[in-house]
Nanobody
């Protein structure tokens, strides 16, 4: 089974930046579409961004577009989420997820959690002054 580990979270002031990493083991990550999700206490885990297996296609929810950038280094088995101009509402636990399904609709939408089989344990991001 694919194992995913997120890292890079922390406390940052509004306007600051963080880069999250999602590192895979067990299988080559280039076979997987990867998504990033955010969850706050008491609320659903929501999709933030996604990236195709090659990295050629990415998608974002409106609230993070132009501030967040997803990328991947398949040689390093790692996907990144660069988060700039952070806002307090970006606070939450960030999860990466992956799936081998080649038909995940990442061009037309940012797919919800039901599309993904493998999940990391999450990393906390807190944006506060």
């Amino acid at each position: 089974q694919l194992q995913l580990v997120e890292s890079g979270g922390g406390l940052v002031q509004p306007g600051g930046s963080l880069r999250l990493s999602c590192t895979a083991s067990g299988f080559p990550l280039h076979d997987y579409t990867v998504g990033w999700f955010r969850q706050v206490p008491g609320k659903e885990r929501v999709p933030i961004s996604c990236i195709s297996r090659s990295g050629a296609t990415t998608n974002y929810i409106t609230s993070v577009k132009d501030r967040f950038t997803v990328s991947r280094d398949n040689a390093e088995n790692t996907v990144y989420l660069q988060m700039n101009s952070l806002k307090p509402e970006d606070t939450g636990v960030y999860y990466c997820a992956a799936d081998r399904n080649p038909t995940i609709p990442i061009i037309t939408t940012v797919p919800d959690r039901g599309w993904y089989h493998d999940w990391g344990q999450g990393t906390q991001v807190t944006v506060s002054s």
